[in-house]
């Protein structure tokens, strides 16, 4: 009697113990924004923010709370990862920290700023 419901047990074992191959997604399609950085680029600190900025790249692109940041055409996009897949952000989703640094920071400055 033990062996029989021992039986149907280990044959869920192999089962259980599988390795699970998933892959997660948020759901929002990844985006080609045209940034392509062989190398994590230098980030420096924006004074007076815990944001970071990088003065070597010809885009505007920060760093803070463990995500990057670009705006780019009037739009916001995010990655976990300096060189993408990027997604889009809703403006309301964009940290205040990032929304708050100043333009001489922006490596192109919006259209609205110049001038």
Do not use: C
Request: charged fraction near 10%; avoid cysteine; aromatic fraction near 18%.
């Amino acid at each position: 009697m033990r062996s029989r419901s021992f039986l149907p047990l280990m044959l869920l074992v192999p089962a259980i113990s599988a390795p699970a191959q998933v892959r997660i997604s948020i759901g929002l399609p990844h985006l080609n924004i045209g940034i392509n950085v062989p190398i994590m680029p230098e980030m420096a600190p924006v004074s007076g923010s815990p944001a970071y900025y990088a003065p070597g790249m010809d885009t505007n692109f920060f760093f803070y709370d463990g995500m990057y940041w670009v705006f780019k055409d009037d739009n916001w996009y995010a990655s976990s990862w300096y060189n993408g897949p990027w997604a889009a952000v809703h403006p309301e989703a964009v940290p205040l920290f990032i929304l708050q640094i100043p333009v001489s920071y922006y490596r192109q400055p919006p259209a609205f700023f110049r001038g």
